[in-house]
């Protein structure tokens, strides 16, 4: 059974750091790129930031670079996200995505439950 499970989310206050995790299970996880994608309240789902099957390759959203940043490790099975110097905007459920490609075509896409991040004084 393929599992996704984040955690690490909460409430902090603007300025502080949090660590996301995701722990991956039932699929190949050094095969697929992992993504983070977060939803706001009354908002579309926006993708945060993706790290190759790899590791070696790290891609952001504007919005959170220097801020955020992705990283794996496959012996573990495991993506992280560590966002330091957050902002109100910044809260969102954030969802952990895992997606093997054939080039451009999506082959297998995998999704989380989500973790809430709340950015609040």
């Known amino acids: 059974e393929v599992q996704l499970v984040e955690s690490g989310g909460g409430l902090v206050q603007p300025g502080g750091s949090l660590r996301l995790s995701c722990a991956a299970s039932?699929?190949?996880?050094?095969?697929?790129?992992m993504s983070w994608v977060r939803q706001a309240p009354r908002k579309g789902p926006e993708w945060v930031a993706t790290i190759s099957s790899s590791g070696r390759s790290t891609y952001y959203v504007d919005l959170v670079k220097g801020r955020f940043a992705i990283s794996r490790d496959n012996a573990k099975n495991t993506l992280y996200l560590q966002m330091s110097s957050l902002k109100p905007e910044d809260t969102a459920v954030y969802y952990c995505?895992?997606?093997?490609?054939?080039?451009?075509?999506?082959?297998?896409?995998?999704w989380g439950p989500g973790t809430q991040v709340t950015v609040s004084a």
């Open positions: 039932g699929f190949t996880f050094g095969s697929f790129d």
């Open positions: 995505n895992a997606q093997s490609r054939a080039g451009a075509m999506v082959i297998y896409e995998f």
